[in-house]
């Protein structure tokens, strides 16, 4: 036996395997599901009832717990995402079903921790309106945060609804009186008050409840959701902030149909994602106009040119309206 044969003994046999191929499942057949909550790297998911293909509306249906398949990566999941789940789907207890693919998001709500990270920070996809709520007093209302949040709806393509808490305690018509120029619908409500107008914007939508801590937002889901059980928190006396009594997100179906998402309390939020240039186009009225604007005009108040200054002047455009636009600009630009 030669040299070669007697060491060729000793090699490590070669590990047999499969030829790659380029086909993928398809999994037509998987069960379709929303992402209600998240919990270390484990998503409760909705898969309702006869609603294969459609945006889930509440109706019948079971919860499935899942973790995210391999195959997906660094694609992140949310809240609100809609899915498609491979495994057992049954959501019997000890049951653990697999994330296979995120379908395309409608909406995405975002933010970044300040508005010099240039990391967005994905918050829940699929709603379709933002309640911004804030309290009248205690604690005081920050229009800066406000405007924030309307320009977080604008880009996301989510309908902005203003709720007014705690109007027992002040008069709310000074606060309404800033957004009314940009057309932002509102309602007035009160601990112990009659929540019927809440309930009608949020019949039959995903919404997204944001806020200040301390705000009542928890409140108001005990409120329209009875048996939430959300925890509810109070104002501290000497600094005026409430503390944060929801730690996570989470989807809660709506009585008669509809989705409410509850997010924890929010005291910053980052608008660095945010294409200034883009925001124009959240305002139909103003977007014709700005088109006879010079090439990279930013609108604001000392642009040279601006095409807004001479729709107000002729009275072609509300002078209240592009003052309200040119301060969420600037909320944009600028830390809260």
């Not at 604690?139 to 393509?157: K, M, N, S």
């Not at 005990?222 to 048996?227: A, K, L, Q, S, T």
């Not at 014709?288 to 108040?301: K, L, M, Q």
């Amino acid at each position: 036996m030669s040299r070669y044969d007697e060491e060729a003994r000793y090699d490590r046999p070669k590990r047999r395997t499969r030829p790659r191929t380029k086909d993928r499942p398809s999994y037509v057949d998987a069960a379709e599901a929303f992402v209600i909550t998240r919990d270390r790297g484990r998503y409760t998911c909705w898969v309702e009832d006869g609603a294969h293909g459609q945006p889930p509306s509440g109706r019948a249906g079971r919860e499935v717990t899942a973790m995210k398949a391999r195959q997906l990566g660094r694609t992140g999941v949310i809240v609100g995402d809609r899915v498609k789940l491979d495994g057992d789907a049954s959501g019997d207890e000890g049951t653990l079903a697999r994330i296979v693919e995120v379908v395309p998001r409608s909406t995405l709500l975002r933010r970044s921790a300040d508005d010099d990270d240039p990391v967005e920070r994905p918050l829940v996809a699929n709603a379709d309106q933002l309640v911004i709520v804030v309290a009248v007093a205690n604690p005081e209302p920050r229009t800066g945060l406000i405007d924030r949040f309307l320009v977080a709806a604008y880009d996301a393509g989510m309908r902005p609804l203003l709720c007014l808490t705690k109007t027992d305690l002040a008069d709310p018509d000074p606060l309404l009186s800033i957004y009314r120029p940009l057309g932002v619908e509102s309602v007035a409500t009160h601990q112990g008050g009659d929540l019927s107008a809440l309930h009608e914007q949020l019949q039959d939508r995903t919404s997204v409840l944001v806020g200040h801590s301390g705000v009542g937002k928890s409140t108001l889901v005990n409120g329209v959701i009875p048996g939430a059980a959300r925890a509810v928190g109070i104002v501290n006396e000497v600094t005026g902030r409430g503390r944060h009594t929801s730690t996570n997100t989470v989807v809660l179906r709506l009585p008669g149909g509809g989705w409410l998402i509850d997010t924890p309390g929010i005291r910053s939020f980052g608008l660095a994602h945010v294409d200034p240039d883009k925001l124009i186009h959240a305002f139909p009225d103003l977007a014709d106009i700005s088109e006879d604007c010079p090439r990279g005009c930013v609108h604001t108040a000392d642009a040279p040119d601006c095409a807004l200054d001479d729709a107000v002047a002729e009275g072609r455009a509300d002078a209240d309206r592009v003052a309200s636009f040119r301060r969420l600009l600037a909320s944009r630009a600028a830390s809260s």
